[in-house]
C-alpha cells in the first residue's frame, strides 16, 4: 500500500525559503515518477513540479520556474521542494503524488491531477507579506 507523507511546511514572510519533503514507504519508490501540487482555499489543485524516477528530468508550472527545484533521493525514498523567494500567492497546501506512468513527463500527462493514484495528505505553507 502506497503511503505518503509530507512535512515542513509552515509560516515564511514574502522573499523567504522553504523545503517540504514527502517520506515515501509500501512500494518501490524508484520505479514511481512523483510530483507536487497545491491546492489554495476556494481553488482547484494545480500542478507545481514533477520529477522522472531517476530525477534525471524535472517539469516546472510557470508559476514557480526559477523559484522552485524539485529532487529525490531514492535511497531515502524522499522527494523534495525546495521554495525560494516565496510570494504570499505561493500560500496553499502542498501535496505530493505518485504515478507508475514512466512517460508522464514526457508527454506532459505530470501536470494533470488525474495522472496520479497516491496522494498525501498534504502540508500547509503560508506566506505573508
Known amino acids: 500500500q502506497v503511503q505518503l507523507v509530507e512535512s515542513g ?39 507545481v513540479a514533477a520529477i522522472t524516477r531517476s530525477g534525471d528530468r524535472t517539469l516546472y508550472a510557470d508559476s514557480v520556474k526559477g523559484r522552485f527545484t524539485i529532487s529525490r533521493d531514492n535511497a531515502k525514498n524522499t522527494v523534495y521542494l525546495q521554495m525560494n523567494n516565496l510570494k504570499p500567492e505561493d500560500t496553499a497546501v502542498y501535496y505530493c503524488a505518485a504515478t507508475a506512468n514512466s512517460w508522464a513527463l514526457v508527454t506532459g500527462t505530470a501536470r494533470r491531477p488525474s495522472e496520479y493514484n497516491s496522494w498525501g495528505q498534504g502540508t500547509q505553507v503560508t506566506v505573508s507579506s
Open 9 to 47: 511546511g509552515g509560516l515564511v514572510q514574502a522573499g523567504g525559503s522553504l523545503r517540504v519533503s514527502c517520506a515515501a514507504s509500501g512500494y518501490r519508490f524508484s520505479t514511481y515518477a512523483m510530483a507536487w501540487f497545491r491546492q489554495a482555499p476556494g481553488k482547484e489543485r494545480e500542478f
